[in-house]
C-alpha cells in the first residue's frame, strides 16, 4: 500500500529550516513559493508511504524474514498485533544484529544504528495485550532487514515506512549561501547579508530595510530549562528581535515571522547520567505449585541521549559501573500455590491367595491442601505411594486326592477293569499338573474278575475307520464279529447266533473340519441317444457348510454341467426278409423316398438304416410330403 505523505524526514531539522528561510525570501510579495508558479509540487512534500502485512498460521521455530527496508527509508513502524512470545528482530545488510540477533534477546530501549536511532519497545506482560514494536525516525543510511523469532503459532506483525519520491539536496552545515533576486534592470532589490550558520546555531536572515537600509533579525535572548539533567537533553531557544547595528529590541513584526514561529532547539546537560541498573521482569515460577524459583535480567546501563519526546538512548556498561555490590538478586524463590499430596485411604486388603504368592491392594487418592480430591496429575507421581503389591502367605500343602472305584467290572465273565479318577490339588483348591504333588501317583486302574465265562456269545467290535471325507460330512466304519466264549477260548461263529444280542452299529457320521464353499453336483441324466454320440446333464451350485448357495468357489474348478454318452454308432437289426431289391437303394434314401411304403419296401434295408441314423428325418419330411 502506498501513498502521498507531506513530512521532510529527509533532511536534518536545521537544514529544512534554513531551507525553508531562503525559500521564504526568495518567494514574491504574493507570498507563495518559487515551484507555485509552474504548478508543480514541492520535493519536500511527496512521499510514498509502504505498508505490510506479515502474518501466517504455522512456522518453524526461528528467524523468518518478514521485511527488507530499503536505505532512504524514514519515518519507520515495526508493530506485532496481540502479545505473544514472539520477538522481532533487525540486522543489517551485511547480517550485523542490530536487535535480537543471534539468538540473543535484547533489552527494551533505544538502539542506535544505519544513521538513526531504533526505539524497540516490549509492554509489560501482566498489563498489557500489545505487542512488540520498533519504530525510527530516518532517514537509513543502508537496508534495513526485518525478522520474526517465531515460538507460537499464528503471529501477525504490520510495518510502514515512506520514501521521497523526489530527494532535494541542502547544502551541508558550514556551507555559505547567498542568493540574491534581481529586478528587470538586473539590479539588487534586496541586500542580504552572507552568514554562515550551524544546526545547532539559529541564522539571522535579516530583514533589510529598502528605504533607510537598517538591518533587522533575531537574537538568541535566553532558553527554557533543559529537558534532563544529565545524558545530552535539549532546550528551547528564545528569540527576540533587534536592530542589528545598535542591538536595540524592536517588534517582532521588523523580523522575518519564519524564524520565530520554528522552534530552536539546542543541546545541554551534555554529562554522561550515572550508570544504573536495568531491572528486567520476573519469569515464570518454574514450579506449578510448592517452592520454585523464577529469574529475571539486570543489565548495567548509561543513558548517552534523551530526545524531547521523552524517550532515551542508553548503553550496555560494565557493571562496575553500577556498583556490583549493589546489583538486584537476578533469582528468587517463588511459589504459586500449595502441592497437592497423597492420601492413602484404605488399609492393605487381603491376599488374593490363601498360600502361596498372590496380591493385595489399597485406595491412594492425591488430596488438595483444601480437601478435595484432585487428578493424579496435580501430585508428583514419582512419590505416589503403591497401590498394589505381592504377598506371600507361605507355601502350598499338595495332595494326591482320588475319586471311588467304579462299582462294575469292566467284563461280566472272566477278568476286566475297574477304574477311578487322580488329580493332584492344594489346599486351596487349585487344580496343578498332576506331576506336581510329591510321593508316587496312585493308580487309575484296577483289575477285576466277574467269574468263568461258559459258552457265552457276545459281539466283538473292531476299531473305527478312518473318515470317509478329509472335510464336511464323511462315514467311517468298523468290523462286527459274534464270538463264542468259552472259559478264555474265544471263537468267531455265524453272527445269526448272536441276533438276540443288541448288535453295535457298524458305520456312523464324521466330521473331520468344514470344508468352506466347495462344488456340489447332482446324479447325471439319462443319455439322450442310444447310440451316435447323445448327451446328458447335471446340475453344479456352489454350496457353504449351511449348504446356503454361495459365489465364493473357485471358477477355475467347475465342474462340467454336461458331457457327450453314447459314442457307439448305431447298428440296425437285420431282418432277413428286408432286404433291397433293386441296386440304387441309395438313390432312394438321398431323394428321401423312404417316407413312402412302396420304396420301403423295395428297399427295405438300406431305408430301414437310414431311419435309424436320422429318425427325425422321416418324419419331418413325411410330414412336409
Known amino acids: 500500500m502506498a501513498g502521498l505523505w507531506q513530512q521532510p524526514c529527509y533532511l536534518g531539522q536545521g537544514r529544512v529550516l534554513a531551507l525553508l528561510h531562503l525559500i521564504c525570501l526568495l518567494s514574491p510579495a504574493t507570498g507563495a513559493l518559487p515551484w507555485d508558479n509552474t504548478g508543480g509540487s514541492s520535493p519536500l512534500e511527496q512521499f510514498e508511504v509502504v505498508k505490510g502485512n506479515f502474518s501466517r498460521t504455522f512456522l518453524h521455530v526461528g528467524y523468518h524474514k518478514i521485511a527488507e527496508i530499503p536505505a532512504g527509508a524514514c519515518n519507520i513502524s515495526i508493530q506485532e498485533t496481540k502479545k505473544s512470545p514472539n520477538y522481532l528482530a533487525l540486522l543489517s545488510q551485511r547480517g550485523v544484529s542490530i536487535i535480537n540477533g543471534n539468538w540473543l534477546i535484547n533489552r527494551p530501549g533505544i538502539y542506535v544504528a544505519l544513521g538513526t536511532y531504533l526505539t524497540y519497545r516490549r509492554p509489560n506482560e501482566i498489563r498489557s495485550r500489545n505487542g512488540e514494536s520498533i519504530t525510527a525516525p530516518g532517514p537509513l543510511t543502508e537496508d534495513l532487514h526485518v525478522y520474526l523469532i517465531y515460538q507460537q503459532p499464528f503471529p501477525t506483525v504490520q510495518y510502514e515506512y515512506s520514501m521521497p519520491l523526489n530527494r532535494y539536496l541542502a547544502p551541508e552545515p558550514g556551507t555559505p549561501s547567498a542568493v540574491l533576486p534581481l529586478d528587470d534592470d538586473g539590479k539588487t532589490k534586496q541586500s542580504i547579508i552572507k552568514e554562515a550558520w550551524h544546526p545547532n546555531q539559529v541564522p539571522s536572515y535579516p530583514t533589510v530595510n529598502s528605504e533607510s537600509h537598517v538591518t533587522y533579525t533575531w537574537i538568541k535572548n535566553g532558553h527554557t530549562e533543559c529537558s534532563t539533567t544529565c545524558g545530552t537533553g535539549k532546550r528551547q531557544v528564545v528569540l527576540e528581535c533587534v536592530e542589528k547595528d545598535s542591538q536595540t529590541a524592536v517588534p517582532a513584526d521588523f523580523c522575518h515571522p519564519a524564524i520565530e514561529t520554528t522552534k530552536w532547539e539546542e543541546d545541554c546537560n551534555i554529562q554522561p547520567c550515572p550508570a544504573y541498573w536495568d531491572v528486567g521482569e520476573w519469569s515464570e515460577c518454574s514450579r506449578r505449585c510448592g517452592p520454585g524459583t523464577q529469574h529475571r535480567q539486570v543489565i548495567c546501563r548509561q543513558v548517552t541521549d534523551v530526545h524531547a519526546s521523552g524517550t532515551e538512548t542508553s548503553v550496555t556498561v560494565k557493571s562496575e559501573m553500577c556498583g556490583s555490590s549493589d546489583m538486584p538478586v537476578t533469582q528468587s524463590t517463588c511459589q504459586l500455590k500449595i502441592c497437592s499430596q497423597w492420601d492413602i485411604r484404605s488399609e492393605w486388603s487381603p491376599c488374593s491367595v490363601p498360600c502361596g504368592v498372590g496380591q493385595?491392594?489399597?485406595?491412594?487418592?492425591?488430596?488438595?491442601?483444601?480437601?478435595?480430591?484432585?487428578?493424579?496429575?496435580?501430585?508428583?507421581?514419582?512419590?505416589?505411594?503403591?497401590?498394589?503389591?505381592?504377598?506371600?502367605?507361605?507355601?502350598?500343602?499338595?495332595?494326591?486326592?482320588?475319586?471311588?472305584?467304579?462299582?462294575?467290572?469292566?467284563?461280566?465273565?472272566?477278568?476286566?477293569?475297574?477304574?477311578?479318577?487322580?488329580?493332584?490339588?492344594?489346599?486351596?483348591?487349585?487344580?496343578?499338573?498332576?506331576?506336581?504333588?510329591?510321593?508316587?501317583?496312585?493308580?487309575?486302574?484296577?483289575?477285576?474278575?466277574?467269574?468263568?465265562?461258559?459258552?457265552?456269545?457276545?459281539?466283538?467290535?473292531?476299531?473305527?475307520?478312518?473318515?470317509?471325507?478329509?472335510?464336511?460330512?464323511?462315514?467311517?466304519?468298523?468290523?462286527?464279529?459274534?464270538?463264542?466264549?468259552?472259559?478264555?477260548?474265544?471263537?468267531?461263529?455265524?453272527?445269526?447266533?448272536?441276533?438276540?444280542?443288541?448288535?453295535?452299529?457298524?458305520?456312523?457320521?464324521?466330521?473331520?473340519?468344514?470344508?468352506?464353499?466347495?462344488?456340489?453336483?447332482?446324479?447325471?441324466?439319462?443319455?439322450?441317444?442310444?447310440?451316435?454320440?447323445?448327451?446328458?446333464?447335471?446340475?453344479?451350485?456352489?454350496?457353504?457348510?449351511?449348504?446356503?448357495?454361495?459365489?465364493?468357489?473357485?471358477?477355475?474348478?467347475?465342474?462340467?454341467?454336461?458331457?457327450?454318452?453314447?459314442?457307439?454308432p448305431c447298428v440296425a437289426e437285420i431282418d432277413p426278409l428286408c432286404s433291397d431289391k433293386y441296386h440304387n437303394c441309395m438313390v432312394v434314401v438321398q431323394a428321401r423316398l423312404c417316407v413312402y411304403s412302396y420304396y420301403r419296401s423295395v428297399c427295405c434295408a438300406s431305408c430301414s438304416r437310414a431311419q435309424e441314423t436320422h429318425p427325425n428325418s422321416f418324419q419331418n419330411n413325411h410330414i412336409r410330403r
Open 360 to 568: 493385595r491392594t489399597r485406595e491412594v487418592v492425591c488430596v488438595s491442601n483444601q480437601g478435595d480430591v484432585d487428578d493424579d496429575q496435580e501430585c508428583n507421581m514419582n512419590l505416589k505411594p503403591d497401590t498394589i503389591e505381592n504377598c506371600d502367605m507361605g507355601l502350598c500343602a499338595r495332595s494326591w486326592f482320588t475319586s471311588i472305584w467304579s462299582q462294575r467290572c469292566s467284563a461280566e465273565c472272566g477278568r476286566g477293569s475297574r477304574t477311578r479318577s487322580v488329580v493332584c490339588l492344594m489346599d486351596h483348591v487349585t487344580n496343578l499338573p498332576l506331576d506336581s504333588c510329591e510321593g508316587e501317583r496312585p493308580p487309575e486302574v484296577t483289575s477285576c474278575d466277574s467269574g468263568p465265562c461258559q459258552n457265552r456269545l457276545e459281539w466283538y467290535t473292531g476299531p473305527w475307520s478312518q473318515c470317509s471325507a478329509e472335510c464336511g460330512n464323511g462315514t467311517q466304519t468298523r468290523s462286527v464279529a459274534c464270538i463264542l466264549n468259552s472259559d478264555g477260548q474265544m471263537e468267531v461263529v455265524d453272527q445269526l447266533k448272536c441276533s438276540s444280542l443288541s448288535k453295535p452299529i457298524t458305520s456312523q457320521p464324521c466330521r473331520l473340519k468344514p470344508c468352506g464353499v466347495q462344488w456340489y453336483v447332482t446324479e447325471w441324466s439319462a443319455c439322450s441317444r442310444t447310440c451316435n454320440a447323445g448327451f446328458r446333464v447335471r446340475e453344479v451350485r456352489c454350496l457353504a457348510d449351511n449348504i446356503v448357495p454361495s459365489d465364493r468357489c473357485d471358477p477355475s474348478f467347475i465342474l462340467e454341467s454336461r458331457e457327450e454318452c453314447n459314442k457307439q
